[in-house]
């Protein structure tokens, strides 16, 4: 079992920025994809952006410009810097982590993300 547990969130003005943590309990990160979703409030969850093993990344089309997300393997650790929020930002912000091999998937409790105009 792996434990995941994301930190950062908070409320903001819009055009401001902040930066999620998500931090994975295996020593084998390295070998886990992670990815970050939300959920804004009566909508499904959606993908944020995501980020392989080998450190390939994608963002939605919503995000894209102003979302990154990055990896620290030696920390076992992803983050997703948001720079110029919107009020659409506006959700409660997941991190999840898949092994490369077998697939099994993990989910965060998430994080609030509140950006006022």
């Known amino acids: 079992q792996v434990e995941v547990m994301e930190s950062g969130g908070g409320s903001v003005q819009a055009g401001g920025t902040l930066r999620l943590s998500c931090a994975a309990s295996t020593n084998a990160f390295r070998l886990y994809a992670m990815g970050w979703y939300r959920r804004a409030p009566g909508k499904q969850r959606e993908l944020v952006a995501s980020?392989?093993?080998?450190?390939?990344?994608r963002s939605a089309d919503s995000v894209q410009g102003r979302f990154t997300v990055s990896r620290d393997n030696a920390k076992n650790a992803i983050y997703l810097q948001m720079n110029n929020l919107k009020p659409e930002d506006t959700a409660v912000y997941y991190c999840?982590?898949?092994?490369?091999?077998?697939?099994?998937?993990?989910w965060g409790q998430g994080t609030q993300v509140t950006v006022s105009s």
């Open positions: 999840n982590a898949q092994a490369v091999v077998g697939g099994s998937l993990y």
């Open positions: 980020i392989t093993s080998g450190g390939s990344t």
